[in-house]
T-cell receptor
């Protein structure tokens, strides 16, 4: 595709429900990042993949958060037993190794509201 | 751990004026990259400008330029001839790659409003 695609754009979940957020990176991009962005705040790092390997998951706030990228392309961020504090915009970014002179391209995010 | 600090939460400027957004960062690494991203209300994060730490020359991109002070760990963004379309949240970001892994860390952002 032309850019990073995230779906759904909006998700309303009842507290305790499980959700899955999808990220389709730009084809061929090696690196994939997930961020959580609260209203009026900067993106907070959640996790990083290099191809299918999850090299850094230090930002995942609890064991209710799980991310995967099984074939090194599409990634899914799963949140189990959602809580109100999980309400935020979840951003996905992909790049072909920023250190080689490229940039990280972002999707439009998924706005999750837990009620 | 790397940290990025944007101390001005909000600024406003008149159209056609010049405005400077400040950013400081903390790292022990010598090789890294710095970015300014713009996020309009549509939420799409857009790259404004990038700076490689090993380059002494400040990056410029049309109306956007940076003042990179490596020793002071300061990375400010200057927007010249401000336009209404520049109204957005602006984020300073730090990037490094070590041991085959990458890290991209953002500041809390600054809301810029350009007034007609």
């Amino acid at each position: 595709g032309a850019g990073v695609s995230q779906s759904p754009r909006y998700k309303v979940a009842k507290r305790g429900q499980d959700v899955a957020l999808r990220c389709d990176p730009i084809s061929g991009h090696v690196s994939l990042f997930w961020y959580q962005q609260a209203l009026g705040q900067g993106p907070e790092f959640l996790t990083y993949f290099q191809n299918e390997a999850q090299l850094d998951k230090s930002g995942l706030p609890s064991d209710r958060f799980f991310a995967e990228r099984p074939e090194g392309s599409v990634s899914t961020l799963k949140i189990q037993r959602t809580q109100q504090e999980d309400s935020a915009v979840y951003l996905c970014a992909s790049s072909f190794m920023i250190s080689r002179g490229t940039e990280a391209f972002f999707g439009q995010g998924t706005r999750l509201t837990v009620v | 751990a790397q940290t990025v600090t944007q101390s001005q939460p909000e600024m406003s400027v008149q159209e056609a004026e010049t405005v400077t957004l400040s950013c400081t960062y903390d790292t022990s690494e010598s090789n890294y990259y710095l970015f300014w991203y713009k996020q309009p209300p549509s939420r799409q994060m857009i790259l404004v400008i990038r700076q490689e730490a090993y380059k002494q020359q400040n990056a410029t991109e049309n109306r956007f330029s940076v003042n990179f002070q490596k020793a002071a760990k300061s990375f400010s963004l200057k927007i010249s001839d401000s336009q209404l379309g520049d109204t957005a949240m602006y984020f300073c970001a730090f990037y490094s790659a070590q041991g085959g892994s990458e890290k991209l860390v953002f500041g809390k952002g600054m809301k810029l409003t350009v007034n007609p």
